[in-house]
């Protein structure tokens, strides 16, 4: 079976660099790597309203900077289909037959959607269509035959949730649909970067993270900023580096070769972590450092980007085409569903041809 690859992000605003490790960076290597599959990044605007239904102008304006970032990062349409969730409206149909393989007790128990209805603190205003986006997640999976889903572990309930409707579907209709397969982080370290204000979750709604396109100064000054280990409050004092925002970004982004660039002084992050724990070593020292790796990682993505700025009319001839495409592989889907479900009334030629026969002996 042919490899098929689907993943996606929400347009509710710019990418971070959380974005960028968690998600985007794998996308490259896969898009390089795995030459023989078909690869599809959906701009999950469907998605985004289901708990921004009161601003849908933030998801129309977000399109284009998700877009923007996809191309900074090296995300290349001539490898992968990028489009846009909304202009495949086979994916609400699938969505529709699959609510009814899917009861209400099982979507509250989701440990995914609990925890994301808890941070959004809905209480008793909970959206319909919130609840239900696992189903919709699973109509975007199979809609393109996806057999590999890149995610993190809190997103597992969610592939899981897909498999079940695949296997209820299958057994019901026949052998229809694909079930997918995880792809998790080969390494823990950086799959979640946590906020600048030492928050677990990096978010655009906390205001903690540093964006792909984010101007060198607004990046120093959010790092200088950045919270620490809250105990280290003078140079000599010994500091703690497990959970210090600082060090797990430098754990994520620091070369060796860094060292000699910017901090000559040592030659690893090893000996930097020493003198830290040990005292003698201040945190605007660490955070100059810090700094210093972030601009050389971000300075080519915001050029990139700030190229493709000038190429608007192109980029959403891109997000055009590859709707156009994903519509189509999605139709073919539809069509197969309708099919095993004995709903493709018009094209069931022993269904019309039987119901003649009945009726013409009447």
Do not use: W
Not at 43 to 59: G, L, P
Not at 65 to 85: H, M, R, S, W
């Amino acid at each position: 079976m042919k490899q098929v690859i689907l993943t996606g992000d929400r347009p509710t605003g710019k990418l971070h660099i959380g974005h960028y490790i968690g998600s985007i960076r794998k996308r490259v290597e896969l898009q390089n790597t795995y030459n023989d599959a078909d690869i599809f990044i959906m701009i999950a605007d469907s998605q985004a309203i289901t708990d921004n239904a009161h601003n849908v102008e933030k998801i129309r304006q977000n399109i284009i900077e998700v877009a923007l970032d996809y191309l900074a990062c090296g995300i290349d349409p001539n490898k992968v289909t990028i489009f846009i969730q909304s202009q495949v409206p086979e994916l609400c149909e699938l969505t529709f037959y699959y609510l009814n393989l899917v009861t209400l007790s099982r979507l509250q128990r989701n440990p995914t959607i609990k925890a994301e209805l808890k941070m959004r603190d809905f209480k008793n205003s909970i959206p319909v269509g919130f609840l239900t986006y696992p189903i919709s997640q699973a109509a975007d999976i199979t809609a393109f035959n996806a057999t590999i889903v890149p995610v993190g572990e809190d997103q597992l309930p969610m592939i899981e949730q897909t498999r079940e409707i695949v296997r209820s579907f299958n057994s019901l209709y026949g052998d229809t649909l694909v079930e997918p397969t995880a792809l998790l982080p080969k390494v823990k370290v950086g799959s979640r970067l946590p906020g600048l204000d030492g928050k677990m979750k990096m978010s655009k709604s906390l205001n903690n993270c540093i964006y792909l396109s984010d101007h060198p100064d607004d990046i120093k000054k959010k790092i200088m900023s950045m919270f620490t280990d809250p105990n280290h409050l003078r140079v000599e004092d010994p500091g703690e580096v497990e959970n210090n925002p600082v060090f797990i970004y430098l754990d994520v982004f620091c070369k060796d070769e860094h060292f000699e660039s910017f901090l000559p002084d040592y030659h690893n992050l090893n000996e930097l972590k020493a003198h830290y724990k040990s005292g003698g070593l201040g945190d605007v020292k660490v955070k100059k450092f810090l700094n210093n790796i972030i601009q050389a990682e971000l300075a080519p993505i915001r050029e990139r980007r700030n190229e493709s700025e000038k190429h608007i009319k192109a980029i959403f001839d891109i997000l055009n085409a590859g709707s156009k495409k994903a519509k189509n592989v999605a139709s073919d889907t539809v069509n197969k569903v309708k099919k095993a479900m004995g709903i493709d009334y018009f094209s069931d030629v022993d269904l019309i041809k039987g119901q003649i026969k009945k009726y013409t002996k009447l």
